[in-house]
């Protein structure tokens, strides 16, 4: 006799704990499996963090602007390393390190490499090794030649870099080669060093202020000597993370960009060297966030839940704060008076919070859709609202 496994329908629940007065919080809403047909469509349910910004500089110095994140997945959840002057004493960029188990709290900020011999090192991009090693390349300046180049920097359990307990003061033999390159000697690289890991090799994306246009690919056996692969896509806008995931059956290569300004835009492959033309991820939700000058994906396995970004509301990018989004699944709340109640943001990749009225009970029924925030997954769930209640997706 063969055996059925049959998988149980969706359903919403209430469960112990405490939301804020005027809202309920839901639980359960991450992405899943990274489905290739909604990025190439571009039906995407991403929804801003109401925490805005997520993280903010620290208070006791004056020099305050954090940018450039990398979300790097380890055993308890992830971390997270970011370019800034986090609340210091001078404006010299360095790179810092936070941990998280869930994007809601932010343990151990640290510095993990101080800019050294250089004005700046930051632009940081990060993975994190099969034998649990992390390699970090990020922007170093000024070079030999007044120019930004990449840098990298290695560690075997994420407390010492380069061979030195952090943090590591970096050095101009930090400074990467990039074989085939005709015009690296003079290039440009300033906040476009993106570091992918695959099949035993790494991978480097990059532009360059004095070659713009166009995202590069080289390729190295160990991290720091690169040679030239070519062209990958051409667009007028800076390449700042790629990842690898599989949909379908088939291998995609994830690339996020921006500019400067008030988008972001992604690339799609795969074979992770030729990327179709750049399709635009979202707007600036505000004032807060007017100029972006960064974006790092968080993924988790083969899930892609979201990114994080900086921003500031100045042109001078000297402000910059980092803020989030995460592609949810959609949730509503439709009362028994026909009334919709629908989130009015995430709290960290899982959460989503829908205001209510602040005093008694809501009747209705929940309506849950998928992250392409239009195909019902359950419909039609009855439950009462209360005020600072928090209820899970199963």
Same mark, same amino acid.
């Given at each position: 006799m063969t055996g059925v496994m049959c998988m149980a329908a969706p359903s919403i629940r209430q469960i112990d704990g405490q939301a804020e007065l005027g809202t309920v919080e839901i639980h359960g809403l991450s992405a899943g499996d990274f489905n290739a047909d909604l990025w190439t469509s571009g039906k995407l %349910? !991403?929804?801003a963090d109401v925490r805005h910004p997520m993280i903010a500089p620290r208070k006791s110095g004056m020099w305050r602007n954090i940018y450039a994140p990398a979300a790097v997945e380890v055993e308890n959840g992830w971390r997270l390393f970011y370019g800034a002057w986090d609340g210091v004493h001078s404006g010299n960029d360095r790179i810092y390190s936070v941990e998280t188990a869930d994007f809601l709290d932010f343990d151990n900020r640290q510095i993990v490499i101080e800019n050294g011999d250089f004005i700046h090192v930051c632009n940081v991009s990060a993975v994190r090794l099969p034998d649990g090693s992390y390699r970090?390349?990020?922007t170093a300046y000024p070079d030999g030649n007044g120019k930004n180049k990449p @840098?990298? /920097?290695?560690s075997p359990d994420g407390a010492a870099w380069n061979g030195s307990k952090a943090p590591y003061p970096a050095k101009m033999s #930090?400074? *990467?080669? !990039?074989?085939g390159y005709d015009h690296y000697k003079d290039a440009d690289i300033n906040g476009m060093n993106? *570091?992918? /890991?695959?099949d035993g090799v790494f991978r480097l994306y990059f532009n360059a202020f004095t070659d713009f246009g166009k995202v590069y690919r080289a390729t190295s056996t160990d991290g720091k000597n690169y040679k030239f692969d070519g062209k990958a896509l051409d667009v007028r806008s800076v390449v700042n993370d790629v990842k690898k995931f599989t949909s379908g059956g088939k291998t995609w290569y994830l690339m996020g960009l921006h500019m400067n300004g008030d988008k972001l835009w992604y690339a799609l @492959? %795969? #074979?992770?060297?030729? =990327? @179709?033309?750049a399709q635009e991820l979202i707007k600036n939700q505000d004032a807060a966030d007017r100029y972006i000058v960064a974006i790092g994906w968080v993924t988790k396995g083969n899930r892609l839940?979201? =990114? !994080? /970004?900086g921003a500031g509301e100045v042109g001078g990018l000297n402000r910059n704060r980092l803020f989030a989004r995460w592609l949810q699944?959609?949730?509503?709340f439709v009362a028994e008076d026909g009334t919709r109640y629908q989130a009015k943001g995430a709290l960290g990749p899982d959460r989503a919070i829908i205001e209510v009225p602040r005093d008694g009970q809501v009747k209705g029924h929940f309506v849950v859709y998928a992250e392409d925030g239009s195909t019902v997954i359950l419909d039609k769930a009855p439950a009462a609202l209360m005020s600072g209640g928090v209820y899970v997706l199963e």
């Open positions: %349910n !991403i929804v970090l390349m990020c @840098s990298t /920097y290695v #930090d400074i *990467i080669s !990039i074989e993106v *570091i992918l /890991y695959e @492959s %795969n #074979d992770g060297m030729t =990327f @179709s033309p839940l979201g =990114f !994080i /970004y699944k959609k949730v509503e």
